[in-house]
């Protein structure tokens, strides 16, 4: 139930509201009115704070001034970015049409995704804005990796000890990253939070703007591509890198995004795949250890522990299929042609 007073605060009656499933982090109702979707309203993740609404208008003010589509933030009826009830906050954006996927269905969608990616990019590289909502460290590699070597070092269960090593050894393996400018990135560019046309087939706009904040090229496109191209998902013990959807995806982003982004950027998105993927198998790895932070499915795992194990051992395999097409996948950012 939507309390009273967030349904008020917009000036919209309860019966215009309904949920829309498939969210992973918000809470995300519809607003329709004569029938069509007007607004999404959503109950934001407490992770962050209501500030982060100014962030979200400030550059989504941006890409429309661009000509891009995008939601946008819809204000109170009073002028408020958001409204608060019992500690979470809530805000409003307006309704995009479009199509969500949750796993890349052949490369055509990554060439598509890509290419909304590269506009993104292109309509936000002059765009000025100081983030009023910073979240720190999600990609401070070396903290991670610090933290698991503790771990490794004051001991702890046998099997997240044994996948605690192999993830280590296998950073040791990562090439140098190069330097990449930071930018205005969205930061969780996972295929869910892209809405896509189908007829023809085109990228739309992109949602789940929480994220929005300054990084790099790096950890934009490779936690990206670390999820596109590999469809079976993070819980599986099967991973697999898809080399066709990565070359679909750097084509599309290539071919809006080139005159942008410099060669070290292009190598460095290569070599920040590689990275996010140990990141991550770190932090689950963290997790066998610690036992507190990931959320768990208990219909498929005995414990938290184990799923951890799981996805840790999963997001290891997948840095090591990267790391077996390096050549490749550097070829295909580089190549002077669009592959
Ligand atoms: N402005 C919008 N217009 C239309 N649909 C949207 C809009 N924002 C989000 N959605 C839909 O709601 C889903 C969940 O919203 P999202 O912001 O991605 O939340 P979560 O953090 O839970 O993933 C999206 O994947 C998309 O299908
Ligand atoms: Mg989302």
Not at 169 to 178: I, K, S, T
Request: glycine fraction near 10%.
């Amino acid at each position: 139930m939507i309390p009273d007073d967030v349904v008020r605060a917009w000036g919209w009656g309860a019966a215009e509201i309904a949920e829309l499933p498939g969210g992973l982090i918000n809470a995300t109702y519809a607003v329709r009115q004569a029938g069509a979707p007007i607004a999404v309203l959503q109950r934001i993740h407490p992770v962050f704070a209501g500030e982060v609404n100014l962030d979200i208008d400030a550059v989504t003010t941006h890409l429309a001034a661009r000509g891009l589509t995008t939601p946008r933030l819809l204000r109170t009826s009073d002028g408020r970015a958001w409204h608060e009830h019992a500690g979470r906050v809530w805000r409003a954006l307006s309704w995009v049409d479009g199509t969500t996927i949750y796993a890349v269905p052949d490369p055509a969608w990554a060439e598509a995704g890509g290419a909304l990616v590269g506009a993104f990019h292109r309509a936000v590289a002059d765009l000025a804005h100081d983030y009023a909502f910073a979240r720190d460290g999600v990609h401070d590699t070396r903290a991670h990796l610090a933290r698991l070597t503790d771990h490794v070092a004051a001991g702890g269960p046998v099997e997240a000890v044994a996948v605690a090593r192999e993830i280590l050894d296998a950073v040791r393996g990562l090439p140098e990253m190069p330097d990449a400018p930071r930018r205005h990135c969205h930061g969780d560019l996972k295929i869910s939070n892209l809405l896509f046309a189908t007829a023809p087939l085109c990228g739309v706009c992109l949602v789940d703007l929480d994220t929005l904040g300054l990084s790099t090229i790096a950890f934009e496109l490779g936690d990206a591509m670390r999820s596109w191209c590999n469809p079976q998902g993070e819980d599986r013990g099967s991973v697999g890198f898809d080399l066709a959807i990565f070359a679909a995806a750097m084509r599309g982003f290539r071919s809006v995004a080139d005159p942008l982004v410099s060669a070290g950027e292009k190598t460095a998105i290569v070599v920040g795949l590689e990275t996010v993927c140990l990141e991550l198998a770190a932090r689950f790895a963290v997790d066998v250890f610690r036992d507190e932070y990931f959320g768990w499915d208990p219909a498929r795992f005995a414990s938290r522990r184990a799923h951890n194990l799981v996805r840790a051992r999963g997001q290891l395999a997948l840095g090591l299929a990267v790391r077996a097409v390096r050549g490749d996948a550097l070829d295909l950012v580089r190549s002077a042609r669009l592959p």
